[in-house]
Structures are given as C-alpha cells and as structure tokens.
C-alpha cells in the first residue's frame, strides 16, 4: 500500500473539507465563502482543495500573493481568485495575463496598475478599520476609494478585523461601525460597491450578521477553529489533515544513558525507545523536544530528547510489542486516542494555523474521499 512505504505522510479529508464548506455556507446564508488557500492551503494543500471546491459549487478564492494565484490558474483552477496582500509593479502583467483580482491598497499601486494598461479591470480596495497594516485609514479612504471608481471596476471593498477570535467582541463591533459609515458615505455621495466582505473565519462563526456579500474564510474550512474562545457551537466543524510516520528503530536503553543532541534526556531506569523518521525539516519544531507525545499502538508515548533534522525519539516503554514499521501518528487519531493540531499548538506555544502551515514539502500530501 502506498501510505506504508513512504516514511511519513499527511493524509487530507475531502469529504470532511466539503461538509466543513457546506456547513459553513449554511451558517452565513445568503452571503456566500470566499475561500482562502494561502499559504498552499495553510499547507493543506491549495490546488486539491480548489478543484475540490469547484467540483461542489464553491468558485471563489482567494490568496496572499500574485505567485499563490498564478500557480492555481497553471494548474488549471478556472474560479476567481482574488489577492489580498501586496501586489509588487512587476507583478501586473501577470496579474492581468492570469486573470487574477488584485486588492489595491494605496495610490502608488493604483497608478502602477495605470502605468500597465489603459483597459479597467476589476479589482478589491481594502481599508483599514483597526487591522493597522495594509490600506488607507477609513476615516481618509473615501477620495481614495473615488479615484479607484473612475480608473477601475470596482466589485469589492473589504476590512479586516483584529480582534475577531476573541470572546470580548468591543473592538471588532468598533470597527465594523467604522467600516458602515464609511460605506453609507460611499452610498450617499452615488458609489454603490456590489461585493462587500468584513468577516473572516472567527466573525463568520460568531458575528454571521455582519457576512454581508461574501465572507472570508480560512482556518475554518480546514476544519480548525480560529481560537479557544469563538463559539464552537454554532458550526460544527471537521479537523481535515492527520499526520503519519512509522517506527524506524526501537531500542532499550539503561539508566545513565542519553538520548540526542545535548543530551537533554538521561534515563533514569531501562526505558524502551522508539525513533521516528521525522524532524524540523518536515516541521515537527524543535519546541516539541521534551514536550510533545505521539501515538503508537493506540498510546500516547513521549517525546524524550531532542527533535533533530530529521527525527525525534519516543518512549514506548508502556506499549507492548513496538516494532519497525509500526504507524505512529502526530496529528489524528490511533485507538482511542487522538492528538489534535490544536494540541500540538500548546505544546509549541502556538496558534493550530503555524502548526499546519509549517508541514513542510518534504511530507507528501495524500487526499481520499468518497469512504
């Protein structure tokens, strides 16, 4: 089988990813997803997921850079795939070639834009309500937003909220009120603006009110909530990747003995150990030396030394019968147990988004469907 002769692999749900969509369009009704794959998909896997998402209706993406969409429309993705980050003056012949939708933050790119072609084309404006990066300040975006109008078509205007994943909703409500009245400006001075989008993934589980036409969403549709404090009951949500190696090596060691780089762990008795053929290069992080757990015959074994390169090291002193070959699994479940992204992100002292987004290239990406 080919999950058993590579050395580690992640495995992504595309049925779960499709009721994650279904479940979430649900909610928002009658604004629909823009779906976020930046990041390969928050490193899911951004190309799988897109024709998946096509072949169930939803059409509409979008990505950090002008690379993410150019790389999409290579491979042959056909939905509109807007840009949220900076566009560089060399990225706009590409832009237009591939037919991307570029968000265009400030004067100096609207006229580098001018600069490329004469022929309007359709763009997104972002404003800053609160975020503090990228745009104009609401309160100095409108002649902005009206130079836009006369130049380009456009379909979008857009914010992002700061504040959006945490139980105290003050700052996120201040800055959609922020964002509304620039909006009724808009409206009162003839400029009616046909996509509007604010929520990205925690304010489309807790604010559904403020979806508007579209509503951006990201860590959500992987199946991972955007924090501890959004209200997971409203949307019931499906984790999509699972993470797996195999036992490379088991030994017994003695009291006295040490185990990897620095020798951060001495055994304090006979222990048996099992090594495991990933590390920081395929984005197990350091910051799980000592402090981590994986699954191996349905137990969660420690983590003991060092994460090296290319491997880490368990205890599986209380797991009979462990041998090479054997599954271990780093995300996902084994038995009865389970260890969540979210999980591992506590161990290292971070958010499940770093987590899923650091898997990197090395550890293949298989998707199955239709269980």
Same mark, same amino acid.
């Given at each position: 089988m080919y999950e058993r002769e590579i050395r580690s692999y992640v495995k992504i749900d595309l049925d779960k990813f499709? &009721? &994650?969509? &279904?479940?979430?369009?649900?909610?928002v009704k009658p604004a629909r997803l823009v779906l976020v794959l930046k990041a390969d998909g928050y490193g899911h896997g951004a190309y799988e997921l897109a024709k998946t998402a096509l072949e169930n209706g939803y059409d509409f993406f979008a990505v950090a850079f002008t690379s993410e969409g150019v790389e999409l429309r290579k491979k042959g993705i056909k939905g509109r795939i807007l840009i949220l980050n900076y566009t560089d003056d060399s990225e706009w012949e590409d832009i237009l070639k591939y037919e991307l939708i570029p968000t265009i933050h400030d004067r100096e790119s609207l006229n580098a834009l001018r600069r490329t072609t004469k022929k309007r084309i359709t763009v997104h404006v972002n404003v800053d309500t609160g975020m503090g990066r990228l745009g104009y300040r609401v309160e100095e975006s409108a002649d902005f937003i009206k130079e836009v109008v006369r130049t380009e078509k456009l379909e979008g205007l857009y914010t992002h909220f700061?504040?959006?994943?945490?139980r105290d909703k003050r700052y996120t409500r201040y800055q959609y009120?922020?964002?509304?009245s620039l909006l009724k400006q808009l409206k009162d001075e003839g400029i009616d603006i046909p996509i509007i989008h604010t929520n990205n993934s925690a304010a489309a589980i807790d604010l559904p009110e403020y979806a508007n036409d579209y509503v951006r969403v990201g860590i959500a549709i992987y199946g991972l909530y955007p924090s501890e404090e959004v209200n997971k009951d409203l949307v019931e949500?499906?984790?999509?990747?699972?993470?797996y190696s195999i036992v490379s090596f088991v030994k017994t060691i003695h009291e006295g003995d040490s185990i990897g780089y620095g020798r951060e762990y001495i055994a304090k008795e006979e222990r048996r150990i099992a090594t495991i053929p990933i590390g920081y290069a395929d984005g197990y992080s350091r910051m799980l030396s000592n402090n981590a757990f994986v699954l191996i015959g349905g137990k969660k074994c420690p983590v003991v030394g060092r994460?090296?390169?290319?491997?880490?090291?368990?205890?599986?002193?209380?797991?009979?019968e462990v041998r090479k070959g054997d599954e271990c699994v780093l995300i996902g479940k084994q038995k009865d147990e389970e260890i969540t992204a979210d999980e591992m992100a506590k161990w290292r002292k971070t958010i499940n988004y770093e987590v899923t987004c650091n898997i990197s290239n090395r550890v293949p990406r298989i998707y199955v469907k239709n269980k």
């Open positions: 499709v &009721n &994650n969509l &279904n479940r979430l369009s649900e909610h700061a504040a959006a994943d945490e009120s922020r964002f509304l949500l499906e984790a999509i990747l699972s993470w994460v090296s390169m290319d491997q880490i090291t368990v205890d599986v002193t209380d797991v009979s």
